[in-house]
């Protein structure tokens, strides 16, 4: 079955990029018909959807986020990425990368990776 | 202050049946399809209900969901120890050019 994997770095220093992976295995992200995710959890709060990308690089981003996102799709490497400007403390949080089923589908995402805490100190 | 109101809390004892409510508006649940996320202790979310009200394969029929007007609510039956977890609602907003919009979650405690 489809499985992701979070990685990148724990610790992102105030103003700079954070960066994230999401390396997809069981499946491929090149045979189209899903979303690829990417979705935060602030410390002891709820969930945030941050944005997805078809395989074929459409985006769609959170309003709210979208002048710092920028999600990328790598199909030869069957991983997707996540960068986010300009962060401040505010946008420590464990993030999630998830296949989704996009707007057609009801947009329900399934499955999740194991999530990696990113932490905006200096 | 999340776009999608759920109860911060619900609780109930072993067998009982509860519900979870997710109140929105015209332009995400009165409009798109609602699903729901349980997520264990230190796990990540887990897709327990999609479109409204039907389940992924391997999730027990004690978990239920319903859909109406701009209000959903999530039931589960025979309640058991291990439901103990958060539960998130969510659904498509068509407003600001469209995104997924989340519930602030619901702990849900087995007395």
């Known amino acids: 079955q489809v499985q992701l994997q979070e990685s990148g770095p724990g610790l992102v220093k105030p103003s700079q990029t954070l960066s994230l992976t999401c390396t997809v295995s069981g499946g491929s992200i090149s045979s189209g018909g899903y979303y690829w995710s990417w979705i935060r959890q602030h410390p002891g709060k709820g969930l945030e959807w941050i944005g997805y990308?078809?395989?074929?690089?459409?985006?769609y981003y959170n309003p709210s986020l979208k002048s710092r996102v920028t999600i990328s799709v790598d199909t030869s490497k069957n991983q997707f990425s996540l960068k986010l400007s300009s962060v401040t403390a505010a946008d420590t949080a464990v993030y999630y990368c998830?296949?989704?089923?996009?707007?057609?589908?009801?947009?329900?995402?399934?499955?999740w990776g194991q999530g990696t805490l990113v932490t905006v100190s200096s | 202050q999340s776009v999608l109101t759920q109860p911060p809390s619900a609780s109930g004892t072993p067998g009982q049946r509860v519900t979870i409510s997710c109140s929105g508006s015209?332009?995400?649940?009165?409009?798109?399809?609602v699903n729901w996320y349980q997520q264990l202790p230190g796990t990540a979310p887990k897709l327990l209900i999609y479109s409204n009200n039907q389940r992924p394969s391997g999730v027990p029929d004690r978990f239920s969901g319903s859909k109406s007007g701009t209000s959903a609510s999530l039931a589960i039956s025979g309640l058991q120890s291990e439901d103990e977890a958060d539960y998130y609602c969510?659904?498509?907003?068509?407003?600001?050019?469209?995104?997924?919009?989340f519930g602030g979650g619901t702990k849900l405690t087995v007395l």
């Open positions: 015209s332009s995400n649940i009165g409009s798109n399809t």
């Open positions: 998830a296949r989704g089923g996009g707007r057609s589908e009801g947009n329900w995402f399934d499955p």
């Open positions: 990308i078809y395989y074929s690089g459409s985006t």
């Open positions: 969510a659904a498509w907003d068509d407003s600001l050019n469209g995104h997924v919009v």
